[in-house]
């Protein structure tokens, strides 16, 4: 093993790491982001009672944010995770304006 | 975050159920343990027999006593001992919401003969365990809402990614190989996952769903407004309770005798068949009460009557189910309680639950076992982070059962009159965890899990012969009255002394031919895994 | 509750059955037809529907529900630990018979009565073809066989005239890295060789070539529990954990072959006393036991260790100091 191909192997380690941070950061934040925005906007376009809206959107959050988190650890390509978290803050943006 | 669907769910599953595998055991075992909290309740209050006063006297007496105390209160609730989860007449005040945060609540047990503060040792009792799993301690519910939930969050993560991972669902439906180290981990891990799926993602989600509303406060908050009061506002709103959504008049009016509902209670549900009574604004002229009936199926929503408070005038008759998303809701959470179970299924939720802790903890150990045929190997001895996840797997899986023995014992053995002593059985139990968690600094591993086990043991074993010395409901006793709680209660400890003796000596005799190479290692599966 | 939990049993002991590593450890070498296994199922399933239907209706759709999932987890864990400590208890709780079937397929009576016979069909071998094949050994004929369980070709290679008592056999698995490629990872191509030398020198003799790759795990899982081997696990960890068994290979087709060529014992070339029950019990009489071992090397001694010590495979060549380093490995049951 040559001192060049330990550097290497160090670099990469250390490129890992901030892609295993950068993804549990994306999965955490972006993941809750996700969910609250889709919840909220199901009550503001679904055609039931008040009370109805929010229990049913309540009810959905968390499996939102499971299947969010999922398919951040999911997605091979940075690209792909970048158009999701563009599609959330587009989500989100139309939330506030709704609200 | 390798390469490959499989695998990344692989790397999560093992990630996140790691970071949080010691606090999700600590919820799994104190939650289970709040099965039973009614039993647990009255073997913390030996000198407390259950109650078997009427509702009426019952109602008289919990009203004297809020009518004495509580006058200022915004809601009273009064919990009847008309089932087995209230051996003891409980009540409730709630103070109104300052700044839209729900209002301080306070909590008494009573004698319904006499309408005083129950006379029994002060202790936190099963409540304060059973509460730990979703409250901690030592924190206010605003950071440990939070904790629990991210906690659960994970797990919750944990299930769909291991379900993900685990292609052979089917295939190793009934497998189980014992004795083959990593292998017989995993098997375990999974075969007990797979069989109690149902259950565990039906704890996990339901759980997530009762903070909910703190979690995702802002899905109501952006329909109703933010605070307390609109929280009540959707409640009453979805339950269709329009008799509720009243403010309060102003004006003073004495509120009828509760007992006087009980003819038109027994009349319309049949005798004890009413489980709380809540007043809404006692003394006021707006004053309301409302009446619920003892669950009977998971649905936790019960048929309900509301009464004017003032004239005792019956409003309005709410039946269980209501809207679809409201019992789907209701549900989940009465799955949750199991507060309707009977004594069968509520032991299978019990041993669920005890499945659900063996796979957390398996998960943790599997974990372990993995990395150290490798971490052995390293010249600078183990990694940091490996030697902690070691120590917290001991401290955790066998050290937290010694802190739940010291809790029950601190109950039999502190003195009567010690100030603060529902404080100190808490300071007892976390202290002695403590302790359990720094243990494996100062003992080689392998040893620290053998002596922990045989402590747990021994610790479980002590519980029956104090109890035994210090009451007048020994094992002898409570065996011979038909006493179920307590007969129950210290034969579940014998038992539990019984299995974690059998592991402390399983470990024991596996450790002999290994403990001369391998140090710092669960005896015995070092040595297969290297086979 | 009781009547829910019953039928809950019968329907995982019948979906239990339906896998091979189940059914084995009740009835070693027991092969189930297309048919069976679909009878299994249709029984199974149909039981735990039943369940749920009773508990539902009995129960109301709330409770009901919970106590299925709950009966469900409880006959879970019942089988699980029956099949795994006392597996000889699923017998007497699932109403099934308890003789040990010497036919290559299951009979069981309960689903007779459903279904005509004439869908349960018996394994066979269909000789084809032989040919004369000249080797550096002498003159062989390689027999060509299909059969009606999986579309391998099994061969039989064949030296002299072998009807008889008393014939010098060998049962060889197929191994194309070892065989053909003459891999240094184990001993097959060498003792294949050596089987070969030995057949012809006794003068008459057969080796059965079986197409059960990788102790039946097939080449790719061979390929796979390499690499873990090369991680460090031994031939029967990496198998394990593959999630195969330590040993899949089934011989009742070695011992088809044998009739086929109307070989009436056999003296058995090989080093694995677990072949040895096996033709035994397939209705091969076995009169010796020939030892056939062959050299160790760098690459093969851990795979030799493993086959002494955790397969029980008879191999004095191996030192003892190697063999203390392994654990005996006790197939279940």
């Known amino acids: ?30 993941g809750y982001l996700f969910a609250l925005a889709v919840g909220i906007l199901l009550t503001q376009i679904l055609p039931l009672p008040r009370g109805s809206l929010v229990m049913s959107a309540v009810l959905a959050s968390f499996a939102l944010y499971a299947t969010a988190i999922i398919w951040v650890f999911s997605v091979k390509s940075f690209r792909t995770l970048l158009i999701g978290v563009a599609g959330t803050l587009i989500l989100l943006a139309l939330v506030l304006f709704l609200v | 975050m390798k390469n490959g669907f499989r695998q990344s769910m692989a790397w999560l599953h093992t990630w996140t159920g790691l970071v949080v595998g010691w606090v999700l055991f600590f919820v799994f075992v104190t939650g289970n343990l709040g099965r039973f909290d009614g039993e647990i309740d009255q073997w913390m209050k030996p000198e407390a027999p259950v109650q078997t006063a009427s509702v009426a006297q019952q109602l008289s007496a919990a009203q004297a006593r809020l009518q004495a105390r509580a006058q200022d209160a915004e809601r ?17 005040s709630e103070e109104p919401p300052v700044n839209g945060k729900r209002g301080k609540r306070t909590e008494e047990y009573l004698d319904p003969a006499t309408a005083a ?7 936190g009792g099963g409540q304060l365990l059973y509460k730990m799993h979703y409250a901690l301690h030592y924190m206010p519910r605003s950071v440990s809402d939070w904790l629990i939930g991210i906690c659960s969050m994970f797990m919750l993560v944990a299930i769909v990614s291991g379900v993900i991972t685990h292609k052979k669902i089917f295939a190793d439906f009934f497998t189980f190989r014992p004795g083959k180290g990593q292998r017989s981990w995993l098997d375990l891990h999974a075969v007990l996952a797979v069989l109690t799926l149902p259950f565990f993602l039906m704890i996990t989600y339901s759980g997530l769903i009762f903070l909910v509303f703190t979690l995702f406060s802002s899905i109501l908050g952006s329909n109703y407004g933010f605070g307390e009061k609109h929280r009540q506002e959707f409640n009453n709103e979805l339950a269709g309770r329009e008799d509720l959504l009243v403010e309060p008049f102003g004006t003073a009016v004495p509120l009828i005798d509760l007992n006087n509902l009980v003819a038109v209670l027994d009349e319309r549900w049949g005798q004890n068949q009413v489980s709380t009574v809540e007043v809404i604004y006692p003394g006021d002229a707006n004053a309301r009460v409302r009446v619920s009936r003892n669950m009977e199926s998971p649905l936790r929503s019960t048929d309900e ?31 949750h309680e199991s507060l309707f179970a009977g004594w069968t299924l509520r032991w299978l939720y019990f041993l669920s639950g005890l499945a659900g802790a063996i796979i957390i903890a398996s998960g943790l150990i599997l ?11 390293q010249k600078s001895g183990p990694d940091l982070g490996f030697r902690l996840v070691e120590g917290l797997n001991v401290g955790t899986i066998a050290g937290l059962h010694i802190a739940i023995a010291a809790y029950f014992l601190a109950n039999r053995l502190l003195p009567l009159n010690l100030p603060s002593r529902v404080d100190w059985e808490a300071n007892i139990m ?10 494996p600094l100062i003992r080689p591993i392998a040893r620290a899990w053998i002596e922990q086990w045989t402590l747990a043991a021994a610790a479980f074993l002590l519980l029956p012969l104090v109890n035994a010395l210090t009451t007048e409901r020994g094992l002898n006793q409570s065996l011979a009255a038909g006493d179920w709680a307590f007969a129950g209660f210290d034969l579940t400890c014998i038992a539990a002394a019984g299995i974690f003796a059998a592991i402390a000596i399983h470990l024991q005799r596996r450790a002999k031919p290994a403990t001369a190479t391998t140090h710092g290692v669960i005896p015995g599966i070092a040595r297969e895994a290297n086979a | 509750m009781l009547l829910a939990t019953l039928l809950v049993y019968i329907g995982f002991v019948a979906l239990a059955l339906q896998k091979n590593r189940h059914l084995h450890v009740l009835w070693p070498g027991a092969e189930l037809s297309p048919a069976d296994r679909q009878a299994l199922s249709f029984v199974g399933w149909t039981s735990l529907s039943l369940a749920a239907a009773y508990l539902i209706d009995q129960r109301g759709i709330g409770n009901g529900l919970v106590e299925y999932c709950a009966i469900l987890s409880g006959a879970g864990l019942i089988l699980i630990l029956q099949f795994t400590y006392r597996p000889r208890s699923v017998l007497a709780l699932g109403f099934l018979p308890s003789q040990h ?10 689903l007779h009565s459903f279904f005509a016979a004439d869908t349960m069909t018996q394994h066979s071998i269909t000789r084809t073809t032989f040919a004369r094949i000249p080797t550096r050994h002498g003159d062989f004929h390689l027999y060509h066989y299909l059969n009606t369980e999986d579309d391998k070709e099994h061969l039989a290679f064949v030296y002299g005239a072998v009807a008889g008592e008393d014939v010098l056999a060998r049962v060889h698995s197929e191994c194309f890295t070892g065989d053909v490629m003459g891999s240094l990872r184990c001993d097959c191509g060498e003792q294949l060789n050596r089987a070969l030398a030995l057949v012809a020198r006794a003068g008459r003799g057969v080796v059965i070539y079986l197409r059960q790759e990788g102790r039946g795990i097939g080449l790719e899982q061979k390929l796979r529990a390499y690499n873990l081997q090369d991680q460090g696990y031994d031939t029967v960890d990496a198998n394990l954990m593959l999630g195969h068994g330590a040993d899949e ?11 086929d060529l109307k070989i009436k014992s056999v003296r058995l070339l090989t080093n694995n006393p677990e072949k040895i029950h096996a033709l035994a019990n397939e209705g091969v009489p076995v009169t010796a036991r020939v030892p056939i071992e062959v050299g160790l090397n760098r690459e093969n001694q851990d795979y030799l260790t493993t086959k002494a010590v955790r397969m029980n495979h008879l191999l004095p060549g191996i030192p003892t100091s190697i063999r203390r380093a392994a654990e005996p490995y006790v197939e279940p049951a």
Do not use: C
């Open chain 3, 101 to 110: 079937p010497h036919q290559h397929r299951l009979k069981t009576p309960d």
């Open chain 2, 430 to 439: 976390f202290s002695v965890w403590l302790l359990a968690l720094l243990y």
């Open chain 2, 367 to 377: 974990w372990v076992v993995k990395r150290r045929p490798k971490q052995i190997k």
């Open chain 3, 249 to 259: 290979r089934r011989y009742w087709l070695a011992a088809a072959i044998l009739r």
């Open chain 1, 1 to 30: 093993m040559s001192k060049s191909a330990s550097k290497n192997a160090g670099q990469e380690l250390a490129l890992y790491r901030w892609q295993v941070f950068g993804r549990i950061l994306i999965a955490v934040l972006g």
């Open chain 2, 76 to 92: 009273w609730t009064v919990y009847l001992t008309t089932n087995r989860d209230t051996p003891h007449l409980r009540i409730r």
């Open chain 2, 305 to 335: 009557l509301i009464f004017n408070g003032t004239t005792g005038e019956l409003l309005s008759e709410q039946p269980a189910s209501g809207v679809a998303p409201r019992n789907i809701y209701e549900t989940l959470l009465g799955l």
């Open chain 2, 117 to 123: 503060p129950l006379e029994a040792r002060a202790t």
